[in-house]
């Protein structure tokens, strides 16, 4: 297995970094593109495997779509609401995203749609989704296992109605998304589900930007008013707030100033309330319609430990977890637990790295409190094939010698290009 050795910096950080979207925005953006009249330009895209795997389902569906990589670009054919193919094979490799989007999109094919995943995709159940397809009007039926893939789908639009859930994440988007192509209103409720706050939220503002509205009740309850038609659209995806998180935390560890492009608050991205946590720990922040920048602490002190309730951006945790290594006291975090199919052992293999970097860690529930070490031992850190673990403790070896990531690929699930961006922020 490859590793990454960090080279700590001898000078503190000045620079401007610019971002590719946030990878859900693009996906969501990139299903309401193919279903408007017209054709959408979609700018400042992520570029990941799940974009090119989503272009790839879209295509098999009969969508036009031209991706040019070197700028981020893509132009999507909308095919107003139905799909010109009436058969397709569609087999989803590593994304579960993109199979709960692809499965409620194909209800509104007019044929017959196969389904099937890689391992563990086919592990992870979607009667909550399919239930409420059903619900729907659809017709499908699993070819397997009840609740899970592989399924077929009779493609025949969908009717309306209402439908009662524990949604995850990625479903909820799906129905939000769909919905609006059927024959009649829909209404959609949560129940019990685990989804953050922001996540309905993020759905809607793409709906929006492509032409459809959404009546939501404190983002539980949705009315969605159909038939409705997407508009074609020419707009560039915000980025990854969390990602930029991790770029605008290297000046709170290394000192200096950091600024990310096309950051903006308010956002529909929840996860730039982190950038209120590096304040709350010393950190100056200034914000502007270009973007956010941080500035390291005065250098007469240190960071200082805070307590911060994640509920709305648990993502933001592991970040704000390297950074409490810094800080002059202990720093608990609130309400961290990952949502279901998130990597379930983030958390405890958080509080795992962090020992042996020399913290104190004590995890109660969904609090995680730590204790700085006196002095940072340098370590092997394994992230465990999770992107962000790998990501976060990177900075720790921006201040501290021999910090090792192993396994430094698995960022290529969050963005497959954080190290150059990193090294170039750096020089």
Not at 67 to 74: C, K, N, Y
Not at 331 to 350: D, K, M, S, V
Request: aromatic share 4%; with cysteine.
């Amino acid at each position: 297995m490859s590793t990454y050795a960090v080279k700590p910096l001898t000078h503190p950080i000045r620079a401007v970094v610019h971002l590719p979207g946030a990878v859900g925005l693009t996906q969501r953006a990139m299903v309401a593109a193919a279903l408007a009249d017209g054709t959408s330009q979609l700018s400042n895209v992520a570029m990941t495997d799940q974009v090119r795997d989503l272009t790839d389902m879209l295509r098999s569906l009969g969508v036009s779509i031209r991706l040019d990589e070197a700028p981020g670009r893509l132009d999507i054919a909308g095919t107003g609401g139905y799909w010109p193919n009436s058969e397709a094979n569609l087999f989803f490799q590593r994304d579960e995203t993109i199979m709960h989007l692809i499965a409620a999109a194909c209800c509104l094919g007019r044929g017959r749609y196969r389904l099937n995943a890689a391992e563990p995709l086919r592990e992870m159940p979607v009667k909550t989704l399919l239930d409420a397809l059903i619900d729907l009007g659809a017709t499908l039926a699993c070819a397997g296992r009840p609740g899970h893939l592989p399924i077929q789908v009779l493609g025949a639009g969908l009717r309306g109605g209402t439908v009662r859930g524990a949604f995850s994440t990625s479903a909820i988007s799906a129905v939000l998304l769909v919905a609006p192509c059927a024959q009649s209103d829909v209404f959609v409720e949560l129940a019990g589900s685990a989804v953050e706050p922001c996540e309905p939220a993020t759905t809607l503002a793409v709906m929006e930007t492509f032409g459809v509205q959404v009546v939501a009740d404190g983002m539980q309850r949705f009315i969605v008013p159909a038939p409705q038609r997407y508009r074609a659209a020419t707009c560039s995806v915000e980025p990854d707030a969390a990602i930029a998180g991790c770029f605008l935390a290297a000046p709170a560890i290394a000192g200096g100033t950091v600024t990310v492009e096309g950051i903006i608050t308010p956002s529909v991205q929840a996860d730039t309330g982190f950038i209120n946590a590096l304040e709350q720990m010393g950190c100056r922040v200034e914000r502007s319609a270009m973007g956010i920048s941080v500035a390291g602490p005065d250098q007469a002190g240190r960071l200082g430990g805070i307590e911060v309730d994640l509920t709305s951006m648990p993502d933001a945790a592991v970040t704000l977890a390297v950074l409490a290594l810094f800080a002059d006291g202990p720093t608990r975090i609130r309400n961290i637990a990952p949502l279901p199919g998130r990597h379930p052992e983030r958390i405890t293999n958080l509080a795992r790295e962090l020992t042996r970097l020399g913290a104190k860690v004590e995890l109660v529930g969904d609090s995680l409190t730590i204790v700085p070490p006196r002095r940072i031992q340098p370590a092997t850190i394994d992230p465990h094939g999770d992107a962000r673990l790998a990501a976060s403790f990177t900075l720790v070896g921006l201040a501290t010698a021999g910090i090792v990531i192993r396994d430094p690929q698995c960022v290529r699930e969050l963005f497959p290009e954080f190290f150059t961006h990193l090294e170039r922020m750096c020089l």
